[in-house]
């Protein structure tokens, strides 16, 4: 009889999982704030959104915040603020969700896809400047799954090559790089915070800057009826109407319950840190398993969104990783495989014709005969990384008990491994897909 749940053993968890991962928690004053919103007519209002992005400047140390209608819009706006337009590269990792990169489309610039690094899965510094051609004008950086990127070295190749830097937050609010906050380094950067992200409001997106020159170019973007917030000097005889032909206003169900969330979310994220280094402290000494999270002082994953570790099938015989972590899941341990498909490999970016010019939208207004395959090149580390990673269970609560009755889940399937050899097919990761977020079942 085998010890494995996948193969007829008993399951190692064989309590309720409850509200352990349950997620965003939502309290009674959320519940009263959106119903108030609804009652006065007043979801199209800017007043209690205006609150909202105040106090999330405030939180972030930063000067200004304009909210949107979602993380897309506020990269799409971020893009121009920085005057990303027609002849433009943008550089952006091809492990990320797309709205890093396929806003800069629709703003005429063409996307430029560098590797990740490997320990951490955000923007290699090498990459990023082996990528950096007389066109570049902006990178889009992302706290991949929480992690945050090597922002001391990026900004220093950055203002090297006096290339924007816009900081795509939406995996990791509220963390630290070094003891300062995520979002704080770039030019400008964007949050999603829609429902599935750590600062989970319903739709919704936040842009940061400290450069007036650079919010109120995204006011004139998207945010029509704030034009006369906008100096002379930058919207010349173009007030009134949004430049992007774009409306992105925040909804104020979600704004209202942003500052709640405000309130309670560093108290939130100090409880999932404390359960998530709780489960891989009993996990460090399995040979095979790695966790991906940054030591250095002063640095934070923040929410652990989608959070990441590292599968290393040499120590295990070669058994597969969607092998191994279906066992870890049929123990009862919500331990996912599939992270997002690399960017450069999507038809949008290499042959697809949008807009009917005739030409892969790609390279249009780039000079012509460019080789756009030659731009990005081979990105060994992104198109590996779907068969080495997998996501931790992502603990809402810190509960001693049930977290080390979960890591004991995943001993078991390590301990007895060997077991799943015989029925290993080495099918290749088959859930990734062009989101990280999974669906509802
Ligand atoms: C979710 C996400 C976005 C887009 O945000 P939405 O609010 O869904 O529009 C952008 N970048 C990354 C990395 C994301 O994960």
């Known amino acids: 009889m085998s010890k494995l749940a996948l193969l007829g053993g008993k399951a190692a968890i064989d309590f309720p999982e409850g509200d352990m991962f349950k997620w965003p928690i939502v309290n009674q004053e959320m519940e009263a704030a959106v119903l108030e919103v609804l009652r006065d007519g007043n979801m199209s209002g800017t007043d209690i959104t205006g609150k909202f992005a105040a106090e999330f400047a405030a939180w972030n140390g930063t000067k200004y915040a304009l909210a949107h209608s979602s993380g897309t819009a506020a990269l799409q706006a ?40 490997p320990d951490t899965l955000c923007l290699s510094v090498e990459s990023f400047e082996k990528h950096i051609t007389p066109r570049t004008k902006a990178v889009v950086v992302v706290h991949y799954a929480s992690y945050p ?21 939406s995996h990791a609010q509220g963390g630290y790089y070094k003891g300062r906050m995520l979002g704080t380094f770039g030019d400008v950067a964007a949050f999603s915070l829609m429902s599935g992200k750590s ?14 020159e650079i919010y109120e170019r995204a006011i004139l973007w998207g945010h029509y009826e704030r034009h006369s917030e906008v100096s002379e000097a930058v919207k010349g005889e173009a007030g009134g109407l949004p430049w992007g032909g774009y409306k992105y206003r925040m909804h104020q169900m979600s704004s209202t319950v942003g500052r709640i969330q405000l309130k309670k979310y560093s108290a939130e994220i ?20 790695r966790w991906c999270y940054p030591e250095d002082s002063g640095s934070s994953k923040a929410g652990w969104y989608a959070s990441c570790a590292f599968y290393d099938k040499d120590k295990f015989q070669g058994l597969s990783l969607n092998r191994f972590f279906a066992a870890v899941r049929a123990e009862g341990v ?7 498909r690399p960017l450069h490999r999507h038809p949008l970016f290499t042959s697809w014709d949008i ?40 603990f809402k609560h810190y509960r001693e008990k049930e977290i080390d009755r979960y890591a004991e889940g995943v001993r078991k399937v390590a301990e007895n491994y060997e077991e799943l050899l015989p029925g290993d097919t080495q099918t290749e990761e088959t859930t990734s897909g062009w989101a990280l977020t999974r669906r509802r079942s």
Request: proline share 6%; aromatic share 8%.
């Open 355 to 394: 807009y009917g010019h005739g030409k892969p939208t790609a390279l249009v207004n780039l000079p012509d005969g460019t080789d756009l395959a030659a731009l990005t090149g081979e990105l060994p580390h992104t198109d590996r990384a779907h068969s080495r990673v997998f996501h931790e269970p992502w």
């Open 270 to 289: 100090a409880e999932i840190d404390q359960a998530m280094k709780r489960f891989w402290s009993q996990l460090r000494d399995i040979p095979g398993l």
């Open 199 to 212: 600062f989970a409001i319903g739709e919704g997106g936040m842009l940061l800057t400290d450069n007036q």
């Open 334 to 340: 919500p331990c996912h495989t599939g992270i997002n």
């Open 78 to 117: 971020a893009m121009f603020a920085v005057k990303l337009g027609p002849g433009d590269e943008l550089i952006c990792p091809s492990l990320t969700y797309w709205a890093s990169a396929v806003p800069a489309l629709s703003l005429g610039a063409a996307v430029v896809f560098a590797d990740i690094d």
């Open 149 to 169: 990127a090597d922002m001391d070295r990026i900004m220093a190749v950055a203002k090297k090559h006096h290339i924007k830097v816009i900081e795509d937050v």
